[in-house]
């Protein structure tokens, strides 16, 4: 039996690194940056009025004091004319400070006048400017590689005047599902018959960390036909996700089919998602998962997510780990690390918070795992634990 951090590693090491591309910023959301994003203007790029209000050199406004308006400037003026002594500007906020001014009175300090405007309070000079640069200086790095691209970071690529940014590109990644039981809905279900749903799972689950999927539902468990629908595939592919047809049975499809390929098949010290198989199959790497569709899910967790997010060039490929005091007894077979479907309650009072396991250990617990917010990990050497005893949680 392989542990689970040592086949951990195999996954993300058969996966490495996507290479770097350029994208529209519109299509990089959830990416990460592959180089530094630098600077091409100052942010904000020229001095500029914080409030609507009248653009005044401060020694012209000690106390209150009514001036001539000379000139009118909303945001987008382009060609703004020096402020002469003696008089003010109508200035709007974003549009640019006139030369000789020092200050911005707001207009609610003000008559709104616009051919004079008589100031009722006395200018403080700097006041209600936005410096250049203030925020972010031309030529410096804005985002550093390694970024995942929020809305926020998008947002400040697009004011730094980037069209593009160099990310890793996303993984495309091709998901099949294999059993011969597997229906897809809406055809009506005979008995012996069941819904196909790890792939419905499995593409949502790897779509949501910014990968491009594509689905192959429910091959029948024939070795021909299981290589006749999915070789073809593989050429578009970076990797190939498939689930069912691997452990000890007869009819285990995947695995008579790549057996000899260039996959390898094992046991993995865990509960559940035991059987598990990873390689290259014509040079594309591939993870072969078993069918029960909670082994999918911590699988996915286990082995797909922290290889993908690594892939994609994220640094930080781990779910947040807290402990927790369990509320329940849970039993846990030797030398298996076992991931428990739980629901977490954070504590105010302490550090840690309550935790329970959702629904038993069997791994076609689906319904279970849909009210389960965090996997309780109950490590190899642990076969029992009593209520109140901590635990180790993963927030999903
Ligand atoms: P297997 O790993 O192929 O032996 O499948 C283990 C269990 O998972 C069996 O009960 C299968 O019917 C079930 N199963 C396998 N694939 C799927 C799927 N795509 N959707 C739902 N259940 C599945
Ligand atoms: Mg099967």
Request: charged content about 20%; hydrophobic content about 45%.
């Amino acid at each position: 039996m392989i542990s689970v951090d040592d086949y951990r590693d195999r996954v993300a090491a058969l996966l490495g690194t996507a290479p770097a591309t350029a994208m529209p910023l519109a299509a990089a959301a959830g990416l990460v940056l592959a180089e530094d994003v630098t600077a091409t203007v100052s942010l904000p790029p020229f001095d500029n009025s914080a409030m609507d209000g009248y653009a005044v050199r401060a020694t012209d406004v000690s106390g209150p004091v009514t001036l001539p308006v000379a000139d009118d400037i909303p945001a987008g003026r382009v060609d703004v004319r020096p402020l002469e002594p003696g008089t003010a500007h109508r200035i709007m906020t974003g549009a640019p400070l006139p030369p000789g001014a020092d200050a911005v009175v707001m207009v609610e300090d003000t008559d709104g006048g616009t051919s004079q405007v008589t100031i009722s309070v006395p200018a403080r000079e700097g006041a209600h400017i936005r410096r250049t640069g203030e925020d972010v200086v031309e030529g410096s790095v804005a985002l550093h590689a390694g970024t995942v691209l929020g809305h926020s970071q998008l947002g400040l690529a697009a004011a730094v005047g980037l069209a593009e940014v160099r990310v890793h590109r996303p993984l495309r990644v091709l998901v099949a599902s294999t059993g011969t039981e597997l229906i897809d809905a809406p055809a009506p279900l005979r008995h012996g018959q069941i819904y196909e749903s790890n792939s419905v799972m499995l593409a949502a689950a790897i779509r949501g960390l910014g990968c491009e999927v594509d689905v192959v539902r429910s091959v029948v468990d024939d070795v021909e036909e299981f290589r006749k629908v999915i070789e073809p595939k593989l050429a578009g592919a970076d990797l190939l996700v498939t689930s069912g047809g691997v452990s000890a049975g007869a009819y285990e499809v995947v695995k008579d089919a790549l057996t000899g390929q260039g996959v390898e098949f094992a046991k993995i010290a865990m509960q559940p998602g035991g059987p598990q198989g990873c390689g290259r199959w014509q040079g594309v790497p591939v993870v072969t998962l078993p069918g029960n569709p909670v082994s999918v899910l911590v699988s996915f967790e286990a082995f797909l997510r922290p290889a993908i997010l690594t892939a994609l060039g994220h640094t930080d490929v781990s779910r947040r780990r807290v402990r927790a005091r369990l509320n329940e007894e849970m039993s846990s077979p030797a030398g298996r690390r076992q991931y428990r479907r739980g629901v977490f309650t954070p504590s105010d009072r302490e550090v840690t918070g309550l935790v329970g396991p959702r629904g038993g250990p069997g791994s076609h617990l689906l319904g279970a795992f849909t009210q389960a917010n965090c996997l309780i990990v109950l490590p190899e050497d642990v076969t029992s634990v009593a209520v109140g005893d901590e635990v180790e949680v993963l927030l999903l």
